[in-house]
């Protein structure tokens, strides 16, 4: 409750001193004629989240946030007024030649020795953080099928195998009805690839077909055994399919419950991270927390993602610089080429990412939100770059190129090997992955309050100054720990609560 009255204080969180506008903090906004202990007087009511002019702004002059450009006035915007989104104009893109690569390569920080967590040790010698089931469709043709004995199995045999956490069904909409050797259908075939290949399957894969379909079963198979894979145009009805599937899921369900969780070094851990329903206290409060927490893991050794390529692309002139080297930084450039070309050949731009919610919360536009979402990715040097899809190959700090949509950045992530992911949000949402455990992260204290069901952290403290983004940053950190290791539940994961899995699929449909 200190802490909540606290907050009714009037709060503007000016993140550059080169800034020339600043957020509302307070909780539910301010009226106008709210008077600031430095003096500047709001001119009018303002939402939280929302930007005010800390100096008198003249027409066509650089809006300054995060020390950056993320705008022009498109009028006179007075000291104390509020600097709504349609007095905004939007800067063009950035050019992406004469980039500086490499040019600020960070330090490594110290390393932090000895961190590990309890995982299950797999037959490849990788790690896993769940011990699941997987069921693996071909086609979206049998997923009805696979849906309905992931139910039996769930009810009917499960439960004599408690060292199992549970049997997860990979549906998708890919398969046949597609250009299969269309170029561009490497991206969602590498990702069905690589899901199977997820670490938290332990190996047991099923794969499930039809039989006639573009994409022939074999193509997912881990190892390359016919024993893996059920076709259900060889079974004699419904029920034979369902009772082949239920047999096949035993075989392996007697195998992983064998399993038991076992010390592992933190070099082991992949942790995936993106934000989805976010607003302009992103960059301040969870988005710099998630970042310190990343920082912490890298020095750990562990492997860490950061995604979206539109809400980095008006950031990546800060990126460039600290890649670990010039080839690296060269295929940052090239995922920002190829996704504004997939952009253009659509009719769009990158003005086509912000959502209402994002507007509501706070955001003016796509260069804002860029470089709010970045700081997700802290201050260590990205040692690699992953096209759509790809396997994580190094450790460190990586880019994996994903479009922004939850869905599909979560799906590709799976693919790229996340153990877990850390999901920051302001203006809140119920996503999940049933593959791996997502620690939503709140940039506010009072949506938290409104889903104390469903946040599990909130970083609210951050903008209050009650807590440091450095404290809250520890915080998730050993959230993560706890998670990875089993002793701590998502609230997604309580609630069994999961979105379906959405392949990025650029290439035709026939």
Known sequence: MAGRRQQQRPIYIQVHQADNVAVIATEGGLPGGTLFPCGLELKESVPQG?????????PGEPILRYGEIIGFARREIL?????????????????LEKLPMATRVPKPLPPLEGITFEGFRNPDG??????????????????????H????????????????????????????????????????????????????????????????????????STDGERGSILSLQDCRGFEKMVASLLEKAEERLIRLNRRSRVTCPLSDLVVGLQCGGSDALSGVSANPAVGYAADLLVRAGATVLFSEVTEVRDAIHLLTPRAADSETARALIREMEYYDRYLESGGVDRSANTTPGNRKGGLANIVEKSLGSIAKSG?????????????????????AATPASDFICGTLQLA??????????????????????????????????????????????????ESTVEEVGRKIFLRILEVASGRKKVWADRWKLSNDLCLFNPAPVT
């Open 149 to 220: 004995a992931v139910r039996q199995i769930r009810e009917r045999i499960l439960p004599r195998y408690p060292g199992v956490d549970d049997v997860v069904a990979l549906n998708h909409t890919y398969g046949c009805g597609v250009a299969i050797d269309a170029p561009q259908a490497v991206v969602p075939i590498r990702t069905l690839q690589n899901l199977a290949r997820h670490p938290n399957f332990g190996g047991e894969i099923l794969i499930v077909g039809l039989g006639c379909e573009k994409l022939p079963p074999e193509r997912l």
């Open 126 to 147: 990788s790690a896993a953080t769940k011990n699941l089931l997987g069921i693996h469709t071909s086609v979206q043709c049998v997923a009805g099928v696979v849906n």
């Open 50 to 58: 929302h930007k005010i002019a800390l100096t008198d702004l003249s």
């Open 79 to 95: 000291r104390g007024s509020w600097v709504d989104e349609s007095l905004v104009e939007m800067p063009p893109p950035r050019s």
């Open 379 to 399: 201050r260590s040097a990205i040692s690699d770059v992953l096209a759509p899809g790809e396997r994580v190959r190094r450790r460190g700090l990586v880019f």
């Open 416 to 465: 790229s090997g996340i153990h877990l992911q850390v999901f920051t949000t302001g203006r809140g949402t119920p996503y999940g992955l049933s593959m791996a455990p997502v620690i939503k992260v709140s940039t506010r204290d009072e949506l938290h309050d409104q889903w104390p069901d469903l946040i599990d952290i909130s970083a609210g403290a951050v903008l209050t100054g």
